[in-house]
């Protein structure tokens, strides 16, 4: 055999790369020094914040700061806030900034980003430095692509973590802050900061610190409306409303009864407040985004333009504001102790958000079923789909409830492609049936003489007037507990929240005189809601839904949102990215596949569901014969009826706080 040219390259290259000198391994590159981390001392203050946004075509607001130095320091850090209380995940809109420019004591210096905290900026001092001046644009998003639009013609919603910096090695407590505000000419505005002065369109703020500042953000527009909600002279709270037309405004006599009913009921429950007036910032707006975000003395709340004069039609909101409001005390006031951090850039952990968040869930709703919001039917309808969703989600057989609270910085509230396999944020729904199940528990343990109620005015109702945030551990919600019905409820909690527990927490409906049900009778109130959204629920039946209960209305949608894993859909292959386009031969709409499902129930024939993937046509015959099966909690007779006692109002006296 003779030796080909091109074998004898390869020999010639095997022996080359066997004879290489290798380089050593490679290390990794030291790490920069760390951003100096906060400490509770004083600062050599006050920050003089200017902000403006008068300009409504571009929404790019116009930040200026005057940022004393401390005395001796080379350099200073500057931290854009990253951690925003209420949350849950490093959600700062840094990409949102342009134009920063830093000068010390009048001369133009150039700042530098650190090289691993992208919310960080150096900025050199020269010796005797004394002032840092920083300019800044944060561009409000214009399209809803660039994040939640905060910007209209007519009103704006202002959080001030979005336009402000501050120095590292504080705590923010520690940072006293002047802030002053340019709006638009003839803009009204409320927050829960108090007013200085007012020239004109140019508001001066009281020194507050920059903790208070970004807990207390501000709404502005033409067209607004303060409604005194106050259930007592000493306890101050009003309802700022703000909208697009004027008209979205009006309210009923009787929607105006039951927002201050909601302050009265909320008054009896807690048994104290922790602000000096509270104040519902609420937007009406197909414009502005919806928003439901807590504050100590306010709420950023945003419904849609007719949320109040299509009340009906809006279902899904009804708790938002006994939601946010019960955050001031649970969650603001009340605070796990490791979510509570010194500033706005130290990383928060989320493990006891089913107390945070699923405790609020749970009073949002009765609080809203005490005050008329909703009526006590809808409430238990709300109990019961969410029961419902969890009964048909096989991820509770893998994820503890307490792992979901991770989801937020997990996906960064992105939706998940498999809701009911991934589990994301039960916290809510579910902490709010375990707060049920602990309710009714206390109820059956002292024989209807204490209640959840009792908990709460020991947990949170303590300290009233002040609004230092108080933290709490696991272990002081147990001996509340215990101290309100002795019981093992250590063990209680640890089995629902901590451990796998793939059974629905339904014991609360037991204990309350009811059962969870699966009929074919439409449930109105939420039907007329998710008719308007354009979503659709057949998680319960065939397993699939479509639309969204959520942000943008799409009444004709027809893209599948989620499929629930192990459910017919699932099983025959839908996947949540397709579209339905018929039902036995007819254009799909709601009410054909609904008639469909029924008709399959009596005639046993299969459904047949074409769908499109892509470029391709799908017809899957569905064999499911069970009818629609809307979940519904179905009263128990003879059985102690304590989910109606729940949910009716309250008999206590309002206390005098
Ligand atoms: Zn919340």
């Known amino acids: 055999m003779t030796l080909r040219p091109s074998l004898v390259f390869f020999f010639v290259a095997f022996s080359s790369i066997a004879a ?42 116009k930040v200026h700061e005057e940022i004393p130095a401390e005395p001796g320091a080379k350099e200073m850090v500057l931290l854009y806030p990253e951690w925003i209380p209420g949350d849950h995940e490093p959600a700062g809109p840094i990409y949102a900034l342009a134009g920063i420019v830093t000068a010390v004591d009048g001369n133009r210096v150039q700042w530098a980003r650190d090289r691993i905290n992208m919310f960080a900026f150096h900025v050199p001092l020269a010796a005797g430095a004394k002032t840092v001046s920083l300019d800044f644009d944060y561009l409000s998003p214009i399209k809803p692509s660039a994040g939640r639009i905060e910007v209209s013609d007519a009103l704006a919603d202002l959080a001030w973590n979005e336009v402000v910096m501050y120095p590292a090695g504080y705590f923010s407590r520690d940072i006293p802050i002047d802030a002053a505000l ?15 002065s007012k020239d004109r369109d140019t508001i001066r703020f009281e020194q507050t610190t920059l903790n208070t500042l970004v807990d207390s953000p501000l709404y502005a527009g033409l067209y607004s409306d303060r409604i005194d909600l106050s259930p007592t002279p000493t306890d101050k709270v009003y309802l700022d409303l703000f909208a697009d037309k004027t008209e979205d405004l009006k309210m009923t006599p009787d929607l105006l009864q039951a927002h201050k009913n909601l302050a009265v009921e909320a008054d009896k429950l807690y048994g104290s407040h922790h602000y000096k007036h509270y104040d519902f910032l609420l937007l009406l707006s197909d414009k502005v985004g919806g928003i439901g975000l807590e504050h100590h003395q306010s709420s950023e709340d945003g419904v849609d333009a007719d949320g109040f004069t299509d009340w009906a039609s809006a279902g899904m909101d009804h708790d938002l504001l006994g939601h946010e409001y019960t955050h001031s005390w649970n969650g603001k006031f009340r605070r796990p102790a490791d979510l509570w951090t010194p500033n706005f850039n130290v990383p928060m952990r989320d493990d006891l958000l089913w107390v945070y968040e699923g405790m609020t869930e749970y009073w949002g709703n009765v609080l809203s079923a005490r005050s008329g919001l909703r009526t006590a039917e809808e409430t238990r309808d709300f109990f019961a789909w969410a029961a419902a969703d969890f009964a048909a989600s096989p991820g509770r057989n893998w994820r503890p409830l ?16 498999w809701v009911s396999y991934q589990r994301a ?57 215990n101290s309100v019905a002795p019981y093992d409820w250590r063990k ?11 059974e629905v927490p339904t014991d609360g409906f037991t204990r309350g005189g009811y059962k969870l049900v699966y009929t074919d009778k439409p449930r109105e109130w939420f039907d007329k809601t998710a008719a308007k959204r354009g979503f659709t629920d057949f998680s319960t039946s065939l397993g699939f839904s479509i639309g969204s209960l959520y942000g943008p209305r799409a009444p004709e949608s027809r893209i599948i949102a989620d499929v629930w894993w192990g459910s017919p859909a699932f099983n025959a292959g839908v996947t949540p990215d397709m579209e339905i386009v018929s039902v036995n031969g007819i254009a799909y709409t709601a009410k054909v596949l609904t008639d469909a499902i029924l008709a399959a129930e009596k005639d046993h024939q299969p459904i047949q569901i074409q769908f499109r993937r892509d470029d391709r046509f799908i017809t899957i015959p569905f064999a499911y014969y069970d009818g629609l099966r809307y979940p519904s909690l179905e009263r128990v007779e003879g059985a102690p009826d304590r989910l109606d006692e729940i949910l009716a109002p309250s008999k206590s006296p309002l206390p005098a706080t």
């Open 402 to 417: 307490v792992d979901t609270t991770n989801q937020p910085i997990v996906s960064q509230r992105a939706p998940v492609s």
């Open 20 to 61: 290489a000198q290798n380089p050593p391994q490679p290390q990794p590159a030291p790490m920069p020094p760390p951003i100096p981390a906060p400490v509770d001392k004083p600062y050599a203050g006050p920050i003089q914040l200017s902000v403006d946004v008068t300009n409504l075509t571009d929404r790019i607001w």
């Open 182 to 196: 340019k709006l638009p000419s003839g803009w009204k505005y409320a927050t829960a900061l108090e007013t200085a």
């Open 492 to 502: 209680f909690l640890e089995d629902r929240a901590y451990n796998l527990h793939p």
């Open 425 to 481: 944020e039960d916290y809510y729904y579910e902490g709010m049936l375990i707060w049920l199940d602990a309710d009714t528990k206390i109820r059956e343990l002292t024989n209807g003489e204490k209640s959840l109620d009792d908990f709460c005015k020991k947990f949170l109702g303590v300290y009233n007037g002040s609004f230092i945030t108080d933290p709490f551990t696991l272990d002081d919600v147990v001996n509340d507990l």
